[in-house]
T-cell receptor, first 111, second 114 residues
Framework: GDSVTQMEGPVTLSEEAFLTINCTYT??????LFWYVQYPGEGLQLLLK?????DKGSNKGFEATYRKETTSFHLEKGSVQVSDSAVYFC??????????FGTGTSLTVIP | NAGVTQTPKFQVLKTGQSMTLQCAQD?????MYWYRQDPGMGLRLIYY???????DKGEVPNGYNVSRLNKREFSLRLESAAPSQTSVYFC?????????????FGQGTRLTVV
C-alpha cells in the first residue's frame, strides 16, 4: 500500500542553522506530495506542495523538490528561526484522493 | 473564514460510553476524512468519504462508525469507547477533482478514555 517514511526526530538546531528533514514515499501511480506543519495544540497547516516530478514547492524559506527517481521529497531551510519550532509531516495524496502521512519530525530551534 | 470546524475540542469518556465527534466544512469540498494522531505514529486514516453518500474504511476503522450527513458534515461515532481510543482526532476535507489541492484540517478533538 501507499506510505510515507520520514526522518525520525526529535531534531534540535541552533538558530540560523541549516535544516534537512528527509522524506521518501511508496505509491502506485503518480501522487502529489505535501509538507505540513503543526504547532502545539493546533491542527495541521499546509507548508508547501508539489504535484509532478522536478516541481519545487516553497514557502516561508522552506523548499522541497519532487524527485520521482528517488521517490523523495526532502524538506530544507537555509537558516532556521526559533519560530520554526514545530512538528513537520510529509504526506502524499494518491490517485484515489486519500492522504497518507509520515510519523512527523519534531523540530526545536534554540536561540 | 471557518474552514473545518470540529466539536468538541476536549472530551473525557468512561470505558464503554459512546459519543459522536462532529465535523463541518464550509469550503464546498467533496471529500472528507477522519484521522487519529498518536505519539510516534503520525496520522492514521480511520474513515474516508469521497463524496456525499459514500464512506470507506481507512487503516484503523475498528471501533468506529461514520456518517456523511450531507456535503458539509461528516461525523465519527465511538459506540463503546475503550482506553486504546485515547487520541487526538482530526477531521479534514479536500476538493476531489483538483490534483494539487491539499487537505484542510480542523483544530482537533482531544479524547481521553478512562
Amino acid at each position: 500500500g501507499d506510505s510515507v517514511t520520514q526522518m525520525e526526530g526529535p531534531v534540535t538546531l541552533s538558530e540560523e542553522a541549516f535544516l534537512t528533514i528527509n522524506c521518501t514515499y511508496t505509491a502506485t501511480g503518480y501522487p502529489s506530495l505535501f509538507w505540513y506543519v503543526q504547532y502545539p495544540g493546533e491542527g495541521l497547516q499546509l507548508l508547501l506542495k508539489a504535484t509532478k516530478a522536478d516541481d519545487k514547492g516553497s514557502n516561508k524559506g522552506f523548499e522541497a523538490t519532487y524527485r520521482k527517481e528517488t521517490t523523495s521529497f526532502h524538506l530544507e531551510k537555509g537558516s532556521v528561526q526559533v519560530s520554526d519550532s514545530a512538528v513537520y509531516f510529509c504526506a502524499l495524496r494518491n490517485t484515489g484522493n486519500q492522504f497518507y502521512f509520515g510519523t512527523g519530525t519534531s523540530l526545536t530551534v534554540i536561540p | 473564514n471557518a474552514g473545518v470546524t470540529q466539536t468538541p475540542k476536549f472530551q473525557v469518556l468512561k470505558t464503554g460510553q459512546s459519543m459522536t465527534l462532529q465535523c463541518a466544512q464550509d469550503m464546498n469540498h467533496n471529500s472528507m476524512y477522519w484521522y487519529r494522531q498518536d505519539p510516534g505514529m503520525g496520522l492514521r486514516l480511520i474513515y474516508y468519504s469521497a463524496s456525499e453518500g459514500t464512506t470507506d474504511k481507512g487503516e484503523v476503522p475498528n471501533g468506529y462508525n461514520v456518517s456523511r450527513l450531507n456535503k458539509r458534515e461528516f461525523s465519527l461515532r465511538l459506540e463503546s469507547a475503550a482506553p486504546s481510543q485515547t487520541s487526538v482526532y482530526f477531521c479534514a476535507s479536500s476538493e476531489y477533482t483538483t490534483r494539487n489541492t491539499e487537505a484542510f484540517f480542523g483544530q482537533g478533538t482531544r479524547l481521553t478514555v478512562v
